[in-house]
């Protein structure tokens, strides 16, 4: 599966559209871990715990969204975009988008 | 006894901060010196090059960097009177730079001359459930598409 945010997928042709995928996971905080950070929160720096745990759960809105271009049967998605909006006071949405395309390889 | 751990927390807030600051910023300006020549732009339309084929890959990186308690207790005092909040700016540059950097790198490793189309995205994290607009940490997001050099096109 390509994955691209630009419009296009450089050197290659896109023959067929199939519209938006999107995928998303919500995570909330662990409470350990919470508290650590909360200790951080006096010291500063980088919070290396949040740091893996949203690249992680930002990986599994991404895989969420190519099983979804992979059902449409598309091997790319172009134009692909993240956003992150907190739904809950502790909890937040990770969300990726994009246009799933075939391209001839 | 209130003021006394309000002091403490106040002083180590304040060493820790600024030794991991100067720490942070020290090794930022290093790796970007390391990567200066690696071009990041914001265009979307891949260069032209014909003799050889184009990969794209989506490459990320993030930072979640917390504030200190000494530079947070000082910006709301100063928010109090409005104006240049200097301690948040150097928190938002710290964690920029380092995303960029992270994206840089991963790029870098997938043998990528560019990476096109960059967006920097934040996120503020916050912590305290009391203060529902206080700033605790923020994440930052970039990412972007790393353009490599595949195989030659014969003719």
């Known amino acids: ?105 | 006894m209130e003021i006394i751990v309000l002091l403490i927390l106040l002083a180590t807030g304040y060493f820790f901060g600024q030794l991991a600051e100067k720490k942070h910023f020290k090794s930022i300006i290093k790796r970007e010196k390391a990567h200066l020549h690696f071009p990041v732009v914001t265009m979307r339309t891949p260069p032209a090059i014909t003799q050889h084929e184009l990969n794209a890959e989506l490459v990320a990186g993030n930072a979640v960097i917390s504030i200190d308690f000494f530079k947070k207790f000082v910006a709301s005092l100063k928010m109090l009177f409005g104006g240049r909040v200097t301690q948040y700016e150097s928190l938002l540059d710290r964690a920029r730079r380092e995303a960029l950097l992270r994206m840089k790198e991963q790029a870098a490793l997938k043998n990528a001359f560019v990476v096109m189309n960059a967006r920097v995205e934040t996120a503020s994290i916050s912590k305290n459930s009391k203060r529902r607009n206080s700033v605790g940490a923020i994440e930052v997001l970039a990412y972007g598409t790393a353009i490599s050099l595949g195989k030659k096109i014969q003719r």
């Open chain 1, 1 to 105: 599966m390509l994955l691209t945010n630009l419009e296009q997928v450089p050197g290659k042709k896109i023959v067929q559209h199939f519209g938006l995928v999107q995928g998303n996971t919500i995570r909330a905080k662990h409470v350990g871990k919470d508290f650590l950070a909360g200790l951080k929160n006096i010291f500063g720096g980088e919070l290396g715990a949040y740091t893996e745990l949203l690249a992680e759960s930002r990986q599994e809105a991404t895989d969420r969204m190519i099983q979804q271009a992979i059902s449409m049967g598309a091997n790319a998605i172009v134009n692909v975009r993240y956003s992150t909006s907190s739904v809950a006071q502790g909890a937040a949405e990770l969300y990726a988008y994009g246009t799933a395309v075939k391209v001839d390889l």
